[in-house]
């Protein structure tokens, strides 16, 4: 959806990226929790399928992904809102005032 935006297509895509800053840091935070959490779980599942290991780390782990599943979400929802201001689809005072920064 950013590559959608008029914001894009003018060429300030360091405007968005500022705004879509901790959206991206914790995109990328959440797919390492849980590829990681994932690939211990079925590194002991492949060592010992007989019966469930669950270690103190993978405990850890899974609370801390989990964590990052609910911050995640939260901002995912909340640029889903934003990217819905139709302020970034159409020429307006702010966006040409922040383009006139970015030529300078």
């Not at 705004?19 to 079925?42: Q, V």
């Not at 801390?64 to 979400?73: D, H, K, N, S, T």
Request: net charge positive.
């Amino acid at each position: 959806m950013m590559f959608n935006t008029y914001v894009f297509q003018v060429g300030l895509v360091s405007l968005l990226l500022e705004r879509f800053r901790a959206l991206l840091i914790l995109s990328a935070l959440y797919l390492t929790l849980s590829i990681c959490l994932h690939c211990w779980i079925m590194n002991l599942r492949w060592m010992e399928s007989n019966r469930f290991m669950w270690t103190s780390g993978l405990l850890a782990l899974f609370v801390f992904q989990r964590l990052g599943a609910v911050l995640y979400y939260y901002f995912y929802k909340r640029t889903t809102e934003y990217l819905g201001d139709p302020r970034l689809y159409e020429d307006c005072p702010w966006l040409r005032d922040a383009f006139a920064r970015a030529r300078q």
